[in-house]
């Protein structure tokens, strides 16, 4: 809590709980840390997601120049991927989960009537 906060903590005691509600004001804290209601609702994402995902014949993805069938979202933010090789053997790797990977895939549940 910085002093001005302190300062109107002591002034309005609700002041407190404002500051203790916004993200990284808790101390001990870790940085980047997700607060309840939204972890739970990245949890309910990411099964949702994930149950769509299973439903998909087919859920490739273009990652730039390389095809990859998607295959889970982690609760992490990663998205797990089997690279389709050149040389026919999948490669499974971690890549960001990123908006234009939401959209194609969004897509697909859109056309799947997901």
């Known amino acids: 809590m910085t002093d ?20 990284g004001a808790q101390e001990g804290a870790e940085p980047g840390a997700v607060a309840f209601p939204y972890s739970a609702a990245g949890a309910a994402f990411t099964a949702w997601f994930n149950e769509r995902l299973r439903r998909l014949p087919n859920p ?23 690279l389709h090789a050149s040389a026919g053997e999948a490669e499974q790797q971690f890549v960001a989960f990123d908006s234009r990977y939401l959209d194609q895939l969004l897509l697909k549940f859109a056309a799947q009537g997901a």
């Open 4 to 23: 001005q906060q302190k300062t109107n903590a002591a002034e309005d005691p609700a002041a407190e709980t404002t500051a203790a509600a916004e993200p």
């Open 60 to 82: 490739v993805l273009r990652l730039g120049t390389k095809t990859a069938t998607a295959l889970e979202l982690h609760a992490d933010g990663r998205l797990e991927v089997s």
